[in-house]
């Protein structure tokens, strides 16, 4: 049986590697239970190798620690068990329909009473009458439904979801974040991997991977002070030349345009403001010093890691 530690992942030193190639380098976790925990990284820097391995589908080739309570190394049948996980690309059977999708789930997991289960799942997410349709022919955001119904039907201690909602629209976005947070306030941790700056501002804690290194985890305003920036908007009706010549101010280390206004960020606070008043002289364009944003960050821990945003 899983123990009674406040965390419901706690690794240290996960380590693996693909030909030669460090795909995740020393990754130290931990996540408490009923928290939703954001996993934050560009393409390719061991977000979905590091939550693999949490559930034991990879094996670490260095590190050790325990997933609710389970070895990762010795016990991983027992973490399979308790965790659901949701992977980024809509894994059930299109040419199944829903209804037989978690029918099939549930005889995995040697479930009992496999219909009133599958009834009471598909009920609880608003699919119950959708159930006779095929999986393959639903919408972006009904397959991330189903996909999330298929992972949860076991009731699991543990989700992870890796980008569970790339390409699908804002809308449908929400929703699933709404399910997310009923689910964490009845115990279940979340660890969940994300692009969007929004998505992120909705997790309890987070953690930046780059490259395969863990370079900083916290809540939102403890990563935003870590980054030690400062941050500067800038507004204006035609701001090509101010966006110009601040690319060039050695203060500003990130940019972001936003249509008629831009962010300018950068950690050395008097040489960046000197930056931006020298660019915005013009009478036509309004700056202002506010608090950096998620994204800002995001985009500085990219590049001081030398990885381009994707």
């Keep these: 049986m899983s123990n009674d530690s406040e965390y419901a992942i706690d690794v240290t030193g996960l380590t693996k590697s693909f030909s030669d190639q460090i795909a995740v380098d020393h990754v130290s976790l931990k996540v408490r239970r009923g928290e939703v925990f954001g996993f934050l990284g560009p393409n390719g820097s061991g977000k979905t190798t590091t939550i693999r391995m949490l559930c034991g589908l990879l094996s670490p080739e260095d590190g050790s620690g325990t997933c609710l309570g389970f070895d990762i190394m010795r016990e991983s049948t027992e973490i399979q068990k308790r965790v659901g996980y949701m992977t980024q690309k809509f894994s059930l059977y299109e040419d199944l329909t829903i209804e037989e999708n978690l029918l099939f789930v ?24 959708r159930r006779k349709q095929l999986a393959g022919a639903l919408s972006g955001g009904w397959k991330q439904r189903l996909a999330l119904v298929a992972c949860m039907i076991h009731e699991p201690e543990l989700l992870l979801l890796d980008e569970p909602t790339a390409g699908v629209d804002p809308k449908a976005r929400r ?40 370079l900083a985890q916290g809540t939102g305003p403890e990563l935003i002070k870590l980054s030690g920036l400062h941050t500067w908007r800038i507004e ?17 280390e990130t940019m972001a345009p936003f249509g008629a206004r831009i962010r300018a960020s950068g950690t050395d606070e008097k040489a960046l403001e000197k930056a931006v008043i020298e660019a915005a002289s013009s009478p036509d364009v309004a700056v202002e010093k506010v608090p950096p944003g998620l994204e800002d960050v995001f985009i500085h821990f990219s590049n001081s890691a030398g990885v381009p945003i994707q």
Aim: net charge negative.
């Design 236 to 252: 204006g009706e035609n701001l090509t030349d101010v966006q110009m010549i601040l690319s060039k101010a050695s203060a500003v």
């Design 106 to 129: 549930c005889r995995m997991y040697q479930m009992d009473n496999l219909k009133e289960r599958v009834a009471a799942a598909l009920s609880s997410l608003g699919l119950y009458d």
């Design 175 to 214: 929703s699933f974040w709404d399910e997310i947070h009923e689910m964490a306030a009845k115990g279940i941790t979340v660890l969940v991997s994300t692009h969007y700056m929004d998505e992120a501002e909705r997790c309890h804690r987070l953690a930046y991977l780059s490259n395969g290194k863990l």
